[in-house]
T-cell receptor
Framework: GQNIDQPTEMTATEGAIVQINCTYQTSGFNGLFWYQQHAGEAPTFLSYNVLDGLEEKGRFSSFLSRSKGYSYLLLKELQMKDSASYLCAVRDRENDYKLSFGAGTTVTVRA | KAGVTQTPRYLIKTRGQQVTLSCSPISGHRSVSWYQQTPGQGLQFLFEYFSETQRNKGNFPGRFSGRQFSNSRSEMNVSTLELGDSALYLC?????????????FGEGSRLTVL
């Protein structure tokens, strides 16, 4: 199975940068997803990495190192609306290509 | 186009009862997955349906079951409810195929068991 770890909580100031790390252990890695979930709302897709390197999408970037079993989500120019839970999910071909999720990182942005 | 719709949004049950939750996927999506979300546990995979067939199942007891209809709508049922079943149950749809792609989530059904 998978073992996906990410910090429970992070706090940052409006306008700053925050990096959310995710480490995983899987036997058949086949892609990593990041989702954002505001309180009381549905998770929404943010990014997808399957090859090593950085994927940039506006203020959000996601990085993957398959050899290290490591990813991070970088949030730049933080805004109050970025306060949410960020979920790391790994797809494993040895697990019927199911997505397994980490427990999520709650990011609080302060003025 | 309309997103994933889950009903009911909130419900309260007592121990021993059973509950049925419904999910209507995005039009054209053939895969529906169900997850249980609890504080500190994250999203735990329950099962996935594709073309009316259960394609994958998570590590939940047999009290948790589901099905998918020909129009891709899905239901999940939990029988003999326990206090620990209190959670947010999320449904997600995707276009389908062998590999799970981007998931589109509904807002969930929040179940409270008293």
């Amino acid at each position: 199975g998978q073992n996906i770890d990410q910090p429970t909580e992070m706090t940052a100031t409006e306008g700053a940068i925050v990096q959310i790390n995710c480490t995983y252990q899987t036997s058949g890695f086949n892609g990593l997803f990041w989702y954002q979930q505001h309180a009381g709302e549905a998770p929404t897709f943010l990014s997808y990495n399957v090859l090593d390197g950085l994927e940039e999408k506006g203020r959000f970037s996601s990085f993957l190192s398959r050899s290290k079993g490591y990813s991070y989500l970088l949030l730049k120019e933080l805004q109050m609306k970025d306060s949410a839970s960020y979920l790391c999910a790994v797809r494993d071909r040895e697990n019927d290509y199911k997505l397994s999720f980490g427990a999520g990182t709650t990011v609080t942005v302060r003025a | 186009k309309a997103g994933v719709t889950q009903t009911p949004r909130y419900l309260i049950k007592t121990r021993g009862q059973q509950v049925t939750l419904s999910c209507s996927p995005i039009s054209g999506h053939r895969s529906v997955s169900w997850y249980q979300q609890t504080p500190g546990q994250g999203l735990q995979f329950l099962f996935e349906y594709f073309s009316e067939t259960q394609r994958n199942k998570g590590n939940f007891p047999g009290r948790f079951s589901g099905r998918q209809f020909s129009n891709s709508r899905s239901e999940m049922n939990v029988s003999t409810l326990e206090l620990g079943d209190s959670a947010l149950y999320l449904c997600a749809s995707s276009r389908g195929g062998q590999v799970t792609g981007e998931l589109f989530f509904g807002e969930g059904s929040r179940l409270t068991v008293l």
